[in-house]
């Protein structure tokens, strides 16, 4: 499954972006999808995780501001950012990982895309 990443780019302090994971095959049945950041300079940290069954998880410097979603209609997952702040400067990625129905684990990331936050 390839994974793409979408919605990125430049936004001021205070904005709000929404980025979207598409997958080559259906995104619905992956069982983890998250979300990823790799600031300039920094190694890539979690942002956070949406599973099979719509529990989500987000790390404590973005909880109230992004949120993550599954959009069937679209076979996307998204994460919603708002209430951007210059440290949420990163290469966004998304990853998909689980096992699969004959317990073959896998693990997918897309390519990133770009979030700028600057005035």
């Known amino acids: 499954v390839q994974l793409v990443e979408s919605g990125g780019g430049l936004v001021q302090p205070g904005g709000s972006l929404r980025l979207s994971c598409a997958g080559s095959?259906?995104?619905?049945?992956?069982?983890?999808v998250g979300w990823y950041r790799q600031p300039p300079g920094q190694e890539r940290e979690l942002v956070g995780y949406?599973?099979?069954?719509?529990?989500?998880n987000v790390v404590a410097s973005v909880q109230g501001r992004f949120t993550i979603s599954r959009d069937s209609a679209r076979s996307t997952v998204d994460l919603q950012m708002t209430s951007l702040k210059p440290e949420d400067t990163a290469v966004y990625f998304c990853?998909?990982?689980?096992?699969?129905?004959?317990?073959?684990?896998?693990?997918?990331w897309g390519q990133g895309t770009q979030v700028t936050v600057s005035s």
């Open positions: 990853r998909a990982w689980g096992r699969s129905a004959d317990r073959t684990p896998y693990d997918y």
């Open positions: 095959a259906s995104i619905d049945n992956l069982a983890l």
């Open positions: 949406i599973t099979d069954g719509g529990g989500t």
